[in-house]
DNA sequence: ATGCAATTTTACAACGGATGAAAAATGTAA
DNA sequence: TTACATTTTTCATCCGTTGTAAAATTGCAT
């Protein structure tokens, strides 16, 4: 007989566990050691499994840092399928964006520094950086087809790829431009906001130095 | 005796040839095979080094996709840096990209359809593509600090990164989203000249869409 | 409780990418 | 030719990753 997916028996939990103890021993290891000197041996062995068990639970060593980031999308992707009635384009992809860097900022406070430190990680680790870049990447293109379907007849597909790339790009790139500059976390929330609205009101129109 | 950097030698020519034949050797490997199902070692023989030898000439397997793409850079942030006097910022940025697209493009038939070879696999590798998005981005913080200096006093560096964010964001995805529908290479520059004008027009004034 | 079936974990072996170090080969200058 | 600088090779090793089959664990029915 074969069991459903949903149980909640001894074996679920104990897995849950496992990947738990697994992820918090490879996101401390690396903010102690570097990402490069931990070894996913020794992050099983911090875990108290082997280490074949790890690639069990996560399909790579980058994986461990990466691994809740996919949830957070089915929400963003939803509130564009039910966007309000009337609502401007420009409206829902602000919405959405804001809804996007809140819930990666809120949880309690253990799991805030915990973000701060999976943060740094990533962004001291070049190939991590790079994976980072992709799964944004992908979540960008994920978006403008919920965009394209939601404005359906009103909106190109080639259209919604470019209002979210031009969006997403410039907070993206403000913020890491901001935090480069050693920028405090308010500084930070204040480029975003610079970003967007220079997104908003375009780049011809630059206040200083347009034509 | 030391040598200097521009030595024209056997010993140069040499390496130059070693170079080359890697770097034909792997790229056609990879359009044959695929770029995982390829070795280094398989790459080594066939332009008959040793595998050692390899790393040598490329820090890594991924490089040798990218090998050329360093050089192209230091081109467009010279365009930046002697920007016309009086130039907008829209318009320099514009220009820049134009420039950067058009010298992709270019060169003798060869390295034509040798670029498209390097896309695809590009493209149809996670890792290369990760790889790829990292460069790109690297390169627009470096535009970013580059805007910055050229508009010095009158353009802060978060908004200098949040217009080249804005503007690269947009082209990017648009033009990602074309070939992903399968467009005739005409329908993705039309696609291009789209998201740059939102991008300069602003999302906000969005014709269709707009509130 | 006991045995059976499903599942998970483990140990083991192997492959490929990457690095360090010393020996061998090669180009260069005198 | 000879001595020196540089490059290539060989060899050993580490780590991430995967396949496989044995062993352990768990859920369930009797």
């Known amino acids: 007989m074969q069991y459903s ?24 290891l690396f903010a102690e050691r570097g990402y490069e000197e931990t070894t996913i041996a020794e992050i099983a062995a911090e875990a108290e499994v082997s280490t074949r068990t790890f690639f069990g639970y996560f399909a790579s060593k980058e994986d461990v840092i990466f691994h ?23 409206d829902l992809l602000v919405r959405v964006l804001r809804h996007g860097l809140e819930s990666t900022a809120d949880g309690d406070s253990f799991s805030l520094t915990e973000a701060k430190a999976r943060m740094d ?19 960008q293109m994920r978006l403008a087809g919920a965009l394209c379907d939601a ?3 009103e ?20 913020t890491m431009a901001s935090l480069t500059r050693g920028d405090t976390g308010e ?8 970003a967007t609205e220079l997104a908003l ?3 011809g129109a630059s206040g200083k130095i347009s034509a």
């Open 151 to 153: 404005f359906a007849g």
């Open 155 to 174: 909106l190109d597909l080639v259209e919604a790829a470019a209002a979210v790339g031009s969006l997403v790009g410039a907070v993206k790139l403000a």
């Open 68 to 90: 809740d980031s996919a949830g957070r999308m089915e929400e963003l992707l939803a509130m564009v399928a039910d966007r309000r009635p009337g609502e401007t384009l420009a």
């Open 201 to 203: 009101r375009g780049l």
């Open 5 to 28: 997916s949903l149980m909640s028996g001894l074996r679920e939990r104990k897995k849950q566990r496992t990947r738990r103890a697994l992820a918090d021993a490879a996101i401390r």
């Open 121 to 139: 990680v990533i962004m001291s680790v070049p190939a991590l950086q790079a994976r980072g870049l992709r799964l944004l990447f992908d979540s």
């Open 187 to 194: 500084q930070v929330r204040e480029a975003m906001t610079v």
